[in-house]
């Protein structure tokens, strides 16, 4: 685990096997709803390569991280939570924003158990090359809706320049800076709520709490709400302007990626789109990162542990690499400098304790009582992660990625039996 990333398609799509077992090693992925769906939309593209479509998703949602990865919440769902006055959307520290959690108490203590999410089980399902008919109809409607998608409407609702045609990408970015902060905060946010796209009945309660919140900056009164009206309108803009190409539907597809910029400390893609866009919308404490560049490290960074003797790596990547190297000549290195705790280093020196320690025992022991002797808490929602005494996630993980085992032998050749205890497999 470590800095929060978020990649698209086009990244994944270039790394083999064992980088991707390396960029699931030393991150912890932010997988977009976007990533899912442009993932299972390719049962429907044509595939020149001889390869089937149910090859080219599988061996993609081979490579997709799964054992330090969080499925992030729907940007819809985010705007209407927030919107509407029932959350507030955190966007500092980058961190994905997960659902399906169920708070228990036990002993005085609470904590929240996130069971496996349904993209997670479809990915592993994939890449068995195994799809429901349901995905297979969603993979053709999203096709054929990339296909209708037509921007030249775009291109001329948005021809009129008040303050000039911008010339560059940054004289669009600050021309929308400064409109959202402009006088008439109320045109603003009912513009803002029709672009993005808001249900009716969104928008009423949200305009509703607007006035009764006393006409505050939209910016203030919906934080993430801004953020995506931002990149809606820097898009259509940049557009108008000629800056972005009309002639390629995917575009829109592409900065639907930026809509869940908040929630990650790093972003990295291959495409052209994204490098020129994506540092415009970025925090201080966030990174663009090229995705050739990253692969390239990556690559270094298998070669570096592949000369590791074979019985180094007989006992799987967890018990030698769970910190990056510490020479910065790394790039995964120097983004853990920047977005780790300034203590990683001299953590990685501490001895690292056996995984069938007695405390690990102990530790499985009290997550199995909070599982199976907990008092579900009624209304989960209302207990934060932050709050809880501890968090469990139970997800399915691939002992082995590429040619790299991931966990020693004592961990592997362990199962539950038929009474729920774990014991040696013989």
Not at 42 to 53: A, I, M, Q, S, W
Not at 78 to 86: M, P
Not at 284 to 309: C, I, M, W
Request: aromatic content about 10%.
């Amino acid at each position: 685990m470590g800095p929060i990333l978020i990649f698209d398609k086009s990244v994944l799509e270039s790394l083999n096997p064992d980088e991707a077992m390396w960029l699931d090693n030393f991150f912890l992925s932010n997988v977009t709803p976007l990533y899912f769906i442009e993932t299972l939309a390719d049962l429907e593209k044509e595939v020149r390569t001889g390869r089937t479509p149910e090859q080219v998703v599988g061996n993609l949602a081979l490579k997709t991280p799964d054992a330090s990865s969080k499925c992030n919440v729907h940007h819809t769902t985010l705007l209407a939570g927030e919107l509407s006055g029932v959350a507030q959307i955190e966007m500092i520290y980058g961190r994905p924003i997960i659902s399906g959690g169920q708070a228990m108490e036990l002993g005085g203590k609470t904590g929240v158990i996130f069971q496996q999410s349904p993209e997670e089980e479809a990915f592993h399902r994939w890449q068995r090359k195994e799809f429901l008919e349901l995905e297979r109809s969603q993979a053709k409607i999203w096709r054929q809706g990339l296909s209708n998608l037509n921007l030249e409407e775009n291109y001329r609702i948005f021809q009129r320049f008040p303050l000039g045609k911008p010339k560059t990408l940054a004289d669009v970015k600050q021309f929308v800076d400064f409109y959202i902060s402009g006088p008439d905060q109320e045109a603003i946010l009912l513009f803002g709520l029709s672009l993005v796209g808001i249900p009716n009945q969104i928008q009423e309660l949200a305009f509703t709490r607007w006035n009764r919140s006393g006409k505050p900056m939209v910016r203030e009164f919906a934080p993430y709400f801004t953020h995506v009206f931002s990149v809606d309108l820097f898009f259509n803009l940049a557009l108008a302007a000629d800056l972005i190409g009309r002639g390629r539907p995917s575009h829109k597809i592409d900065l639907a990626y930026l809509y869940y910029l908040p929630f990650c400390m790093v972003f990295t893609s291959n495409d052209k789109l994204h490098a020129g866009i994506v540092p415009f919308f970025l925090r201080d404490n966030q990174t663009f990162v090229s995705g050739f560049e990253l692969k390239a490290d990556l690559a270094r960074l298998d070669a570096h542990y592949d000369a590791l003797p074979p019985e180094v790596k007989e006992r799987g990547v967890i018990t030698f690499a769970l910190y990056p190297p510490t020479d910065d000549a790394y790039l995964v290195t120097r983004l853990w400098d920047r977005h780790m705790s300034p203590t990683w280093r001299e953590d990685q020196a501490e001895p690292r304790p056996r995984p069938d320690r007695k405390v690990n025992s102990d530790i499985i022991e009290q997550m199995r009582r909070f599982k199976e002797e907990g008092t579900p808490v009624p209304d989960s929602s209302r207990l934060s992660s932050d709050e809880a005494d501890h968090i469990t996630i139970e997800r399915t993980v691939l002992v082995q990625k590429g040619k790299w085992k991931r966990f020693p032998p004592e961990v592997v050749n362990r199962r539950k039996n038929e009474k729920g205890e774990r014991e040696d497999i013989r």
